[in-house]
């Protein structure tokens, strides 16, 4: 397990991190990701951790705040030391019916923080982020309630998810000019079945020093091997009843041919390649995984251990790439000429 800075914070995290939308199941599109309970969720603790992870992510709507109550049990159930752990949750979603209740004010950041605080049961939390973008609440006054965090203690680092490249530019020149704490992460979607992140967010994270968590790095389940072009599914996949992330699937199912080409040659499996290419681009802090058994935890470690050669690199590259996008051919067309040599 290799162990990256975590944007430009002298923090190292794990480049795997183990995600925790599987836990607890309760309420609304939880029940169909994953419905874990503590002794499951401790086993797959203990080989994450064991395999070297010290990184976790969760957020207070997972599972209407349960997956936060197993993650903190699990740590304490295993004896884990809980300086060793970077722990992550989020803000954002609704947790409750009050018209107050949800959003990225002060008054919803200050109450969720304590509530997640307690449900972890722990006096800090690593890297608190906000779980996307409020657009009644301005983002000034978002990043001045995480700073109060930040100063009282309560939070480490701040980190944002699914923010537009001009979202977080905007909260991080805010940051800058008024010395408050600044987003050193961004959690977004990145796949070799979704490459979007490339257009403007990738570039935006390299020049500002942050740096990249991935989630849903097989594609909601459809680079795990699981699926082909005829749309068969295996039982109890998740895409085949909740199809999430939106993907152009015949790209896809290009890359996957690609994948299981590969994958036979190296005697490996779709998914640790698919995570592997991941762990290959500059860009990427971390990716995120989740299971629902150990045995797919096991699977998804594996990918650490996959190499590519630089020409299997440039194949997978050609058989996912994005298609060209204005004004992108125009930078690249007249800035040729002032790149470096």
């Not at 000019?177 to 987003?183: M, V």
């Not at 802090?285 to 150990?294: L, M, S, Y």
Request: charged share 25%; with cysteine.
């Amino acid at each position: 397990m290799k162990y990256n800075l975590l944007g430009n914070t002298g923090l190292k995290v794990s480049e795997l991190c183990l995600g925790t939308m599987t836990f607890g199941g309760k309420g609304g599109i939880w029940t169909q990701i994953g419905d874990l309970q503590q002794e499951p969720v401790d086993q797959l603790m203990k080989k994450a951790v064991d395999a070297g992870i010290n990184f976790i992510d969760t957020a207070n709507v997972y599972s209407e705040g349960l997956s936060e109550e197993l993650t903190g049990k699990a740590i304490r159930n295993l004896g884990l030391d809980r300086d060793d752990l970077v722990i992550a949750t989020k803000v954002r979603g609704k947790m409750g019916d009050g018209p107050n209740q949800v959003g990225l004010s002060r008054k919803h950041i200050f109450t969720q923080v304590d509530a997640s605080l307690k449900r972890l049961g722990t006096d800090y939390i690593d890297l608190y982020q906000i779980h996307g973008y409020d657009a009644l609440t301005p983002i000034e006054d978002t990043v001045d309630a995480l700073d109060a965090l930040v100063q009282a203690g309560k939070v480490r680092y701040i980190g944002a998810s699914n923010l537009s490249a001009w979202q977080m530019m905007k909260a991080l020149s805010y940051s800058t000019y008024n010395r408050k704490a600044k987003f050193v992460s961004l959690q977004s979607y990145y796949t070799l079945a979704g490459r979007d992140l490339e257009r403007d967010i990738v570039p935006m994270l390299t020049d500002q020093q942050v740096g990249l968590m991935v989630w849903s790095p097989l594609a909601g389940g459809l680079l795990s091997g699981k699926f082909n072009r005829s749309g068969e599914a295996e039982a109890g996949s998740r895409r085949a009843t909740f199809d999430f992330p939106p993907v152009n699937k015949d790209r896809a199912f290009n890359a996957v041919d690609v994948l299981q080409t590969m994958a036979n040659e190296k005697g490996a499996t779709v998914p640790q390649l698919a995570l592997a290419w991941l762990l290959h681009q500059e860009v990427v802090t971390t990716v995120i995984i989740g299971a629902k058994k150990p045995e797919q935890l096991e699977d998804n470690l594996g990918a650490v251990s996959v190499t590519f050669t630089p020409e299997e690199l440039q194949q997978l590259d050609e058989v996912s790439k994005l298609p060209a996008e204005y004004p992108a051919w125009m930078i690249e067309r007249q800035g040729a000429d002032r790149k470096n040599n």
